[in-house]
């Protein structure tokens, strides 16, 4: 059964950062692409970065240069560094497994995803 669990969220000032993890289990975590996706607050779901698996990295441009997306591959977890953070990065942000290798940009093509972990921008 595959797992995801996310975890590092939590309420930060404008310009702060957060380090987001996602737990994976139940696959070969190494095989397939990784990605963020975002939720805000009475908006649909927005894509934010992609990892696939040789390790290349995709951002949306509303969070390029200053989030970071990778994988430890070894401890079956991706990661997502969020710096200089703004009140409109406030959201519900979630892990999501590939269908293959190949990450896609487009949510509906993911159907595995964690339980989300909250980031709050706000002063």
């Known amino acids: 059964e595959v797992q995801l669990v996310e975890s590092g969220g939590g309420l930060v000032q404008p310009g702060g950062s957060l380090r987001l993890s996602c737990a994976a289990s139940g696959f070969t975590f190494s095989a397939y692409a990784m990605s963020w996706v975002r939720q805000a607050p009475g908006k649909g779901l927005e894509w934010v970065s992609g990892?696939?698996?040789?390790?290349?990295?995709y951002y949306a441009n509303s969070v390029k240069g200053r989030f970071t997306i990778s994988r430890d591959n070894a401890k079956n977890t991706l990661y997502l560094q969020l710096n200089s953070l703004k009140t409109e990065d406030t959201a519900m942000y979630y892990c999501?497994?590939?269908?293959?290798?190949?990450?896609?940009?487009?949510?509906?093509?993911?159907?595995?995803w964690g339980q989300g972990t909250q980031v709050t921008v706000s002063s």
């Open positions: 999501a497994k590939g269908p293959s290798g190949v990450v896609f940009i487009t949510p509906d093509v993911y159907n595995q």
């Open positions: 990892i696939n698996n040789g390790g290349s990295t």
